[in-house]
């Protein structure tokens, strides 16, 4: 993959991840019902989209510093696929509805590209939950289960990786998410009258 173009996704997946931990918060005083759903879904894909993004920087570094082979960056990968595809899948299903809601009230063209968007995604996710979670599983089995000793090395690096970068993940989303509450309707309103 060229390099800018990847440069390019990890900036935008960590944007859309900072934007739907911080919008939850703003809205998490004020809603119930489906809309805490839909707060919570961003909140999911916001911890899943910091950890996609985390793992593929500790991973480069780590191939960068012959701490981690090809082979075992491509595990790492298919791990952090393996771990996040279905939250990802049944948080995108609640946005996504949550969005067609949105496109049909507004009819402008922010909620209709909105609805257009995460449309996309949310197949395009389910497409390859369907398709790549089977060869994933295989291979990352295969791997960890591997009697090699390098590889049962690179298996405790890559699942290192991961929990650190997980970890961060709920860290990252729980301080932008406390952000957003400061920024709540009612946060600004008790301010204002205080």
Not at 43 to 54: A, E, K, P
Not at 59 to 73: D, K, P, W
Not at 128 to 136: C, E, F, K, L, V
């Amino acid at each position: 993959m060229n390099a800018l173009l990847l440069f390019g996704l990890l900036t935008l997946n960590t944007t859309v991840s900072m934007w739907n931990a911080y919008v939850a918060g703003r809205i998490w005083r004020e809603c119930a019902g489906w809309m805490k759903a839909v707060a919570w879904s961003a909140l999911v894909m916001s911890v899943c989209g910091f950890t996609s993004v985390l793992t593929t920087c500790f991973g480069f570094v780590m191939v960068a510093t012959n701490h981690l082979t090809a082979h075992g960056f491509k595990v790492l990968e298919e791990l952090t696929y393996l771990m996040i595809i279905f939250p990802v899948v049944g948080a995108g299903l609640i946005i996504t509805i949550h969005s067609w809601i949105e496109a049909y009230k507004r009819r402008d063209f922010w909620s209709v590209g909105g609805a257009m968007y995460n449309t996309f995604a949310q197949v395009s996710n389910t497409w390859g939950a369907i398709h790549d979670t089977a060869p994933a599983f295989s291979d990352v089995f295969s791997f960890f289960k591997s009697d090699d000793k390098d590889d049962n090395a690179q298996s405790a690096l890559i699942a290192l990786i991961v929990a650190v970068a997980l970890a961060l993940s709920v860290g990252m989303t729980y301080l932008l998410w406390t952000a957003g509450l400061k920024h709540s309707v009612s946060a600004l309103a008790a301010q204002r009258v205080g």
